[in-house]
């Protein structure tokens, strides 16, 4: 069955450190995997898109890897700031179905002053 | 997160009413979808149209019944109701060519809450 598990659920980190969050997933074949950020009450926007033959893509202070092998990425966060407090969802997509997304439960963060 | 915007931003409505959600995307995009996104679990995929063509129904119980009147709108109609259908509604839009990646751009959802 396809999933993509997130860990932690939760996190809470003082403004100017950084995180990392994890991301396993079971989706085979795989296409690529996105990882979005969603603020309380508002739509996931995209931060990353990665196929399967980069290991790493940075967006800003945003750093995401791919591990293809052992199907798992993570996110790393750099100097967090307040506004970085959301959700952050690994979504994976198959080959089979390009449209049909397969989401994690998302990662909240909380980053406090 | 103008590229694809929904209509209301909240609802509160009882088990017999009959209400509409809509969406509308200004990208250009081919294909719409809905998601349920309900506390602490994935966001479950709804309907899926493309080119106007409903493609995926995603075993949704027939009180929510989707319309797609052209590739830019959206709606998403609902009638009697349970509380459990209680949850953040997103619609998305996407271009479906392989360049894009299939990237799905989010509107910014409706609360709804049915009493």
């Known amino acids: 069955k396809n999933q993509v598990e997130q860990s932690p659920q939760s996190l809470i980190i003082l403004e100017g450190k950084n995180c990392t969050l994890q991301?396993?997933?079971?989706?085979?074949?795989?296409?690529?995997l996105r990882w979005y950020k969603q603020d309380t009450g508002r739509g996931p926007v995209s931060l990353t898109i990665?196929?399967?033959?980069?290991n790493t893509k940075s967006n800003g202070r945003y750093t995401a890897t791919l591990d293809a092998d052992t199907k798992q990425s993570s996110l790393h966060i750099t100097a967090s700031q307040l506004s970085d407090s959301a959700s952050y969802i690994c979504?994976?997509?198959?080959?089979?179905?390009?449209?049909?997304?397969?989401f994690g439960s998302g990662t909240r963060l909380l980053v406090r002053p | 997160e103008t590229g694809v915007t929904q209509t209301p931003r909240h609802l509160v409505m009882g088990m017999t009413n009959k209400k509409s959600l809509k969406c509308e995307q200004h990208?250009?995009?081919?294909?719409m979808y809905w998601y349920k996104q309900s506390a602490k679990k994935p966001l479950e995929l709804m309907f899926v149209?493309?080119?106007?063509?409903?493609?995926e129904n995603n075993s949704v119980p027939s009180r929510f019944s989707p319309e797609c009147p052209n590739s830019s709108h959206l709606f998403l109609h609902l009638h009697t109701l349970q509380p459990e259908d209680s949850a953040l509604y997103l619609c998305?839009?996407?271009?479906?060519?392989?360049?894009?990646?299939?990237?799905?751009?989010f509107g910014p959802g409706t609360r709804l809450t049915v009493t």
């Open positions: 979504v994976v997509s198959d080959l089979d179905s390009s449209y049909k997304l397969i």
């Open positions: 990208l250009g995009h081919n294909a």
């Open positions: 998305a839009s996407s271009q479906e060519d392989r360049k894009s990646n299939y990237e799905q751009y």
């Open positions: 990665m196929t399967f033959s980069e």
């Open positions: 991301c396993n997933y079971t989706v085979s074949p795989f296409s690529n």
């Open positions: 149209y493309n080119f106007k063509e409903q493609t």
